[in-house]
């Protein structure tokens, strides 16, 4: 059975690093989105990303794989929050890219566990832009696996 294993210490981990820039000891995609957390709740997170030029396609709109390596790293990242015994994978991602984000602007990627059952988390996640529109949204599965989580 894959149980909690914390007190909620993994929350209190990601509530430490509310408004605070990647650091080394987090994971090389987040460090190279340079993602900035702005809630972190049980089963919810938010963060924010400055869309720069090396995230971009040839019209200077935030890249479709960018969008998704944002959406999939926030999906990661809430079920890990959830303190489970054993690490999930993504299944699948399921994107749909709906406005433009253009270079300089912040990005809001808002992400929710909506059931977290025994063996597959499904999590819902959508990047909004300053004006408020969605830029991109997608849900997501994933599996336990069978690599333990240190504690």
């Given at each position: ?32 989105l340079?993602?900035?957390l702005?809630e972190?709740e049980?089963?919810?997170m ?26 999939d ?7 890990f ?10 299944v ?5 890219f709906?406005?433009?984000?253009r ?34 949204k ?6 336990q696996?069978g ?5």
């Open positions: 059975m894959n149980k909690p294993v914390s007190d909620g210490s993994r929350i209190q981990f990601f509530k430490t690093r509310i408004g605070k820039p990647a650091e080394a000891t987090q994971p090389p995609v987040w460090k190279w340079d993602g900035v702005r972190a049980e089963g919810r938010v963060a924010e990303f400055v869309v720069r030029e090396d995230m971009v396609n040839p019209m200077g709109t935030l890249h479709g794989g960018v969008a998704s390596m944002i959406l790293e926030m999906c990661g990242m809430t079920v929050g959830l303190g489970r015994e054993f690490a999930y994978t993504s699948n991602l399921n994107c749909d709906l406005n433009p984000a270079t300089g602007e912040v990005v809001t990627a808002t992400c929710e566990v909506i059931r977290a059952g025994k063996n597959i988390a499904h999590c819902a996640c959508i990047i909004t832009g300053e004006s408020g529109k969605i830029v991109a997608c849900t997501s599965n994933l599996l696996i690599l333990k989580i240190p504690v």
